[in-house]
């Protein structure tokens, strides 16, 4: 029997669950293909038709911030929605007459618009905190009635009041800032954004993989797996929504991540099985040779994703188990499809899928080694010492500025300000100091009306503006049921900054403790932008441990159990969190410390978003792992195979560098689309997540992965003698060289194959 021929053999009789997997559907092709398109139009349609379910008031908040707002949509059900028309001099002179007509007209078409309820008009009164200290502004408020989660479908008529309004005072500058008119505003430029993201991540990826491959085919099925999974994961989300509740960016993170991972394990899967079959094997040998391969490896670091996944779980906020739903589900999905219907289609395609090749592209050795990486590794593998330190030293210099990490609730700062309703938020900032954002304080009691609680509503009033670190106007309203009061108080600075938090804190720890406080029945808690900031930040931070060392510590005893190893979990571990550091500080530099901002087009908030960093750091362990299993379970088949440690690291290395660059430019290049947006959170997300898989695939994977491997020679493979009773788990089929003269009798269409022998 020939060589190949012995491989193959071995091959037999250790196959494995993706091998097994792969036979099937390689064997049953219509049932395979048909079943998953079967899942994914149902999963899809009644998805849709049941459809999704975004969180509630409250539910997407921490501490004391969660109870206030729950409270407060208990207690004001159908005026939650707060909005205000801002009136100003043009000329920076005081208000005269035409301000009193333009108030006078406000009211009146306001009282006819629908929806619109409890209008207070500054010339009343009871309402003088409404007219700025200069005289120069003033602000009329309403609210809208009804859920205030929708309140941007309904305040269309009250913009068109305010509109019409000031067309009728041309010398006034009247505009109007709200809930349902900031929602409304900036739900279209998100869609607008989105519907850019998703018109130009399709053809990106697919130039990328038609270079990757050189073939229209083989870069239209990595494509197409990620498109039907995310299809059918956003499908499943909407069910799971009516269970619970998730956030309305849901869609967008299962898009990044479906489309990454979806590309990722078919690249895997494709790459080797081409690989194979250029070696001399028949398309189902070759098949069945990258099923028990790759298909292996596809199936480990899945799993290793979706692990990372699950600690959104452990964060301690709704939004982020959301998250978690979402991508849990897309992963898994992704995770079937490369097991099975992937392999259905490479087996009826066979030789077909280099159709439409491209020329000059595609060409590589036949054992798949890049040779730009090639000579890239060996050049490392010369020099490991002064090769692994350089990259480690810039990793930890990039890592630095992390150590200053500030997270902050972007709130309205982090809103493109082109829009209209934050050109009418910057003035009313500017004329009355926090009144666009004021801290919340829900009162809740058997009876607040009672002339004790109202004494202690007016001692809070007044002890807040002796603070001078609070400001008018500040408004009071009172519950139907006279269970709950709503007194919201404008705080100094621009509402998520260090000078709003001391204000709040002063709020909370001082303030309240000494007027409202103190009467006995009642009940205080405090919400806002900046409650809302502080008290996520505050559970992030509680939270961030449990997530570290369930993720870490899952992760490590799986690479241990697959690679049986103890160092080369700690060492992936490690490369790992020198590769978030680095995006955290990158972060840094770029948003909180404010650089490249006319480049990129935002304005610093002073701080990264507060749900980014826990967020950055599961999705980047899970999808780093993705790169890390593949080429260390190449590394791992060669060394089982007899290689040398030093040779199995290069050959590994090599083989995969190519396919870890491709899936790794795909991933780059859409999350630097998102990166291109409007909202400075999906900014921070598609740069934090683009720079990071960069300098992962590059000088992590490419560098200083083979450097620390060949340094550590055989310690690599170190496992205590306490635990070798761990199972024999091999990833990767023992290696088989294949008749050396195989290549050349099989036929493949319009290529030339060259085999390295």
């Known amino acids: ?26 064997t049953h092709r219509k049932v395979a293909v048909l079943g998953w398109l079967a899942f994914v139009v149902v999963a899809f349609m009644i998805g849709s038709a049941a459809g999704m379910v975004s969180l509630k008031a409250g539910e997407g908040e921490n501490g004391q911030s969660r109870l206030a707002d729950q409270t407060m949509a208990k207690q004001f059900p159908r005026e939650r929605a707060g909005e205000e028309v801002l009136i100003e001099d043009r000329a920076g002179g005081r208000l005269g007459s035409d301000y009193r007509a333009a108030v006078a007209d406000l009211v009146a078409g306001l009282a006819r618009a629908p929806s619109v309820t409890v209008i207070k008009s500054p010339l009343a009164p009871d309402n003088a905190g409404q007219v700025s200290a200069n005289g120069r502004a003033a602000l009329l408020t309403f609210q809208l009635a009804g859920d205030p989660t929708t309140a941007a479908d309904r305040v269309a008529p009250a913009l068109a009041v305010t509109a019409a309004v000031q067309r009728s005072h041309p010398g006034l500058f009247i505009g109007e ?66 269970l619970l509740h998730v956030d309305q960016s849901i869609s967008s993170v299962i898009l990044l991540i479906g489309l990454a991972v979806g590309v990722d394990y078919s690249l895997f899967y494709l790459r080797r099985e081409r690989e194979e079959r250029a070696r001399g094997y028949s398309p189902a040998e070759a098949l ?55 392999p259905a289609v490479l087996s009826k395609l066979g030789d077909g899928v280099d159709r439409g090749r491209v020329p000059f592209l595609g060409r590589r050795t036949a054992d798949g080694q890049s040779r730009f990486w090639g000579r890239i ?18 990793l930890v210099a990039l890592a630095i500025p992390a150590f200053s990490l500030h997270t902050v609730n972007s709130g309205a700062q982090g809103l493109p300000h082109d829009l209209t309703v934050m050109q009418v938020y910057d003035r009313i900032q500017k004329a009355f100091p926090g009144g666009a954002g004021p801290a919340v304080v829900m009162i809740s009691g058997r009876d607040v009306t009672t002339p004790t609680v109202a004494a202690g509503i007016a001692e809070l009033k007044r002890a807040a503006l002796a603070t001078g670190e609070m400001h008018q106007p500040i408004t009071a309203d009172i519950s139907a049921s006279h269970q709950a009061a709503r007194v919201e108080i404008p705080l100094a600075g621009k509402g998520t900054d260090a000078v709003s938090n001391r204000a709040l804190e002063r ?75 680095a995006a955290y500080g990158i972060l840094v530099l770029i948003f909180q410390q404010g650089h490249l901002q006319s480049l990129l087009g935002f304005s610093s908030i002073g701080g990264v978003t507060d749900w980014l960093p826990l967020f950055l750091f599961v999705i980047l362990f899970g999808l780093s792992m993705d790169y890390h299993v593949l080429i260390l379970s190449r590394v791992k088949e060669a060394h089982d195979g007899g290689m040398p440690t030093e040779d199995a690291v290069a050959h590994g290395i090599k083989a995969t560098a190519s396919v870890v660059t491709s899936a790794a430019i795909v991933m780059v290049a ?67 060289r294949p008749d050396p003269h195989a290549a050349a009798r099989v036929r493949r269409p319009r290529r030339r194959v060259h085999v390295h022998r």
């Open 507 to 581: 709020l909370r720890s001082a303030v309240i403790p000494a007027t409202i406080g103190k009467v006995p029945g009642v009940t205080v808690r405090t919400t806002g932008w900046t409650a809302q900031s502080m008290d996520f930040n505050n559970s992030m931070k509680s939270h961030a441990p449990l997530v570290f060392a369930w993720v870490l510590g899952l992760a490590f005893l799986l690479l241990l159990v697959t690679f049986r190893s103890i160092v080369i979990p700690l060492k992936a571990i490690v490369l790992n969190l020198l590769s978030v550091g």
């Open 377 to 394: 590794v060996t050049t490392v593998l010369r020099r490991p010492l002064l090769w692994g330190a350089g990259s480690a030293a810039l």
């Open 1 to 26: 029997m020939p060589p190949w021929g012995r491989g193959l053999s071995v091959l037999r009789v250790r196959e494995n669950f993706t091998a097994r997997a792969a036979r099937w559907s390689a």
């Open 288 to 342: 069945q040779r990258a099923a028990a391969t790759s298909g292996r490896a596809i199936l480990i670091s899945g799993f290793i994703v979706m692990i990372a996944m699950t600690g959104m779980f452990l964060m301690g906020s709704q939004v982020f188990s959301s998250f978690g739903v979402g991508t849990v589900l897309v992963v898994a999905i992704a995770l079937l499809g490369s097991l099975t219907v992937l």
């Open 670 to 736: 859409v999350f630097a689309i998102f990166a291109t947006l409007a909202m400075i959170d999906f900014k921070m997300m598609g740069i934090g997540l683009a720079v990071a898989v960069l300098l992962d695939a590059s000088i992590v994977r490419a560098i200083l992965l083979p450097s620390v491997m060949k340094l550590l020679g055989d310690w690599n493979w170190y496992l205590p003698r306490w635990l070798q009773w761990l199972p024999e788990f091999r990833i990767e089929a023992p290696a088989a």
């Open 177 to 242: 800032f709200g809930d349902g008119s900031v929602n409304k505003a900036v739900n279209a430029r998100i869609n607008q954004d989105f519907r850019k993201a998703e018109m130009t991540s399709v053809p990106v990826t697919l130039v990328i993989l038609v270079l990757a491959f050189g073939a229209l085919v083989a870069a239209g099925v990595p494509l197409l797996l990620g498109l039907t999974s995310v299809a059918a994961a956003l499908g499943l989300t909407s069910l799971f929504s009516h």
